[in-house]
């Protein structure tokens, strides 16, 4: 977590790091900071909170205005903290005990506790609790003992253990921006005489057109005209240019009020997108260019293991359900983080699918890279082409194309998921030659999706009307079965995130077996009801907690009298076939998350706590 921004060039400096940030500050909003040169010095300025704090902090300070036609450099920081609490003090950047160097840092570095002990032996004195500092200070003490401040970078990164992309300014060079990298995002910005680096590429699609994406354990110079590469025993390496997509300015909210709000909105035009792509008009089977298997692999695969984390994890547990019903593969689903310790069970016929919408989540990054140490095969699913997932998974790689999603709880990146993963298990279905009939039945449905999608979506008014009178009880469980017990669990991860209140999902007929001690009238139950294998088991077991007066509210199909007749508030939607229903029943769970967080006077884009790209195992 945590976004970087540096920029050098002719420009107004300050403006320009406050859009870097304000793009990047889905990584973490705990405090925010930037360093420039001014004269012979190195200024630093920072502030616990979000972008718009620093920039009430900057407004009123004259010398933090521009220098139009002089070289303008600096670095920028916007932080979700790990090692020390949100603060001015532990803000980003940091300085060395000299006020020479100043750093900007993304990552953890496992082994700072040492070396604080080495360096607090040597004499040096530390102001914060980061492990940032250890850095900086590290940089510093090595500059003294070499050649040039390459040297004295490769030095120090060579003491650190973890993960890390740094962007350095040393006094005296107020024309460099020196950047180096391990196991997290930093991409350079290549413009017109002005150079940028960033920690992603759509930030830096709003200034350039050009990036070269730096490698683990490469070193990088940039000035405003020319950016020098090295590696970490000091020669130089030449990369090349790529030309990047533009990203329509990622800051609009479109007339919306919330970027949540936008995003649900948009998730009928990305199952459409989607569609488009891989499903070929009636007859044809799904396609899939971006995989390069051997389709003897794909009839022979023993086993299917997923890897993800929290919402990416429940559109991987759906799809064990679509999976298992539509091929013949066992699939197993594990939490990364899990799995990083566990004994993986896996051979060179298995397929191991990693799903993160960032691509960079350190505990999905780690656990794939486990896996396929074993000789299994990896397909990776990602929203950003630009992700260390999509390098990983380069051979075997769907993109879930959803756009820039900006809240950090996600919606349209889940809809996306589900879509390409219902459409990979037709695909895996037809290479395999299984269940024809129910394939063209499953893809029909699938092409009459995104109108039904549309419609739910335009009942959200309704939706709020329903859900408002509940936005003062302080607990929820919501309860499902077969494929839509994932999407209890979604709905209960959205409910927490975005309102803090405690909400829990359960498989429906586990309720009797615990947590049905918990209810009473103060715990409402929301039960998904589609018609199908299920619907009569959830009615049985939704009645068993209307019994404990808990307040009852349902997701059911139009015209569904039975739910009308038992629960208290029905969230009706679209007629839809059990199967294909997690799409729609979605639906109205994230208007449920979002209305009641919104009555509530949350922040509903940028939760507490939480950041959307979660860079640290
Ligand atoms: O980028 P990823 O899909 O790997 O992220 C995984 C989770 O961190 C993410 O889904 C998180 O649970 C969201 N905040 C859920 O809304």
Redesign the pocket.
């Not at 799903?355 to 989540?361: D, F, L, R, V």
């Given at each position: 977590m945590c976004g970087i921004i540096g920029y050098v060039g002719d420009k107004e400096i300050v403006p320009l790091l406050l859009k870097g940030l304000q793009c990047l500050e889905y990584r973490g909003y705990d405090s925010a900071g930037i360093a420039i040169h001014r004269g012979h010095n190195l200024n630093v300025i920072k502030t616990i909170g979000k972008i718009s704090n620093l920039e009430e902090v900057i407004k009123n300070k004259t010398e933090y205005n521009g220098k139009n036609g002089h070289i303008n450099c600096g670095i920028g920081h916007t932080r979700w903290a790990t090692h020390g609490e949100p603060s001015d003090v532990n803000a980003h950047p940091h300085f060395d005990t000299e006020e020479k160097i100043a750093v900007v840092h993304n990552g953890i570095i496992r082994n700072y506790q040492e070396i604080k002990e080495k360096l607090t032996h040597h004499g040096l004195t530390f102001v914060t609790q980061t492990d940032t500092e250890v850095i900086v200070q590290l940089i510093s003490r090595n500059l003294k003992k070499t050649k040039s401040a390459v040297e004295a970078i490769s030095k120090s990164v060579n003491e650190l253990e973890g993960s890390y992309a740094i962007a350095i300014l040393f006094k005296g060079e107020s024309d460099k921006i020196y950047a180096v990298r391990k196991e997290a995002p930093l991409v350079i910005g290549i413009g017109n005489g002005e150079n940028f680096v960033a920690s992603d590429i759509p930030t830096l699609s709003q200034f350039v057109d050009k990036v070269i994406r730096l490698n683990d354990n490469e070193i990088t110079i940039v000035t405003k005209n020319n950016v020098e590469f090295y590696n970490l025993s000091g020669e130089k390496i030449k990369k090349e240019p790529q030309i990047i997509t533009k990203t329509k300015d990622i800051l609009d909210k479109k007339g919306f009020k919330h970027y949540l709000a936008k995003e649900i909105n948009e998730q009928a035009e990305v199952i459409s997108n989607l569609l488009k792509d891989f499903l070929p008009g009636a007859g044809k089977p799904v396609q899939f260019d971006c995989l390069k298997f051997d389709p003897s692999f794909l009839k022979n695969i023993d086993r299917v293991l997923i890897l993800?984390?929290?919402?990416?994890y429940h559109a991987g547990l759906t799809a064990k359900y679509i999976l298992e019903t539509l091929t013949s593969i066992p699939v197993e689903v594990q939490f990364s983080s899990e799995f990083i310790t566990a004994s993986p069970l896996l051979t060179k016929k298995s397929l191991v699918i990693g799903?993160?919408?960032?691509?960079?989540?350190a505990d999905?990054l780690a656990a794939i890279k486990k896996a396929v140490s074993t000789g299994a095969t990896l397909l990776g699913i990602t929203n950003r082409a630009d992700s260390a997932l999509a390098d990983l998974a380069k051979e075997h790689l769907i993109l879930s194309k959803a756009g820039v999603e900006i809240s950090?709880?996600?919606t349209k990146?889940f809809t996306a998921q589900l879509t390409v993963l219902y459409l990979l298990a037709v695909y895996i279905s037809e290479v395999q030659g299984l269940r024809r009939a129910e394939i063209q039945s499953i893809k029909q449905e699938l092409r009459e999706l995104p109108q039904l999608v549309d419609q739910a979506l335009l009942r959200a008014e309704y939706y709020q009307e329903q859900i408002i009178k509940y936005a003062n009880k302080r607990d929820f469980v919501f309860i499902g079965r077969g494929v839509n017990y994932p999407i209890a669990l979604e709905a209960a991860?959205?409910l927490k995130?975005l309102s803090y209140i405690h909400a829990s999902g359960y498989a429906s007929g586990e309720m009797k077996h615990g947590p049905i001690a918990v209810l009473d009238p103060n715990v409402p139950v929301v039960s998904i009801c589609v018609p199908g294998e299920t619907y009569d088991r959830v009615i049985q077991n939704s009645l068993e907690a209307k019994s404990r007066k808990a307040p009852m509210i349902a997701v059911a199909v139009d015209g569904d009298k039975k739910a009308d007749s038992i629960f208290d508030t029905v969230l009706h939607i679209p007629q839809i076939s059990e199967i294909i229903s997690p799409f729609l029943v979605v639906i109205p769970l994230q208007f449920l998350a979002y209305y009641i967080a919104e009555a509530l006077g949350q922040d509903i884009d940028q939760p507490r706590n939480?950041a959307?790209?979660?860079t640290v195992e």
């Open positions: 993800a984390c929290g919402t990416a799903i993160s919408q960032s691509g960079e989540t999905t950090v709880a996600a990146t991860l959205k995130e939480l959307k790209s979660v």
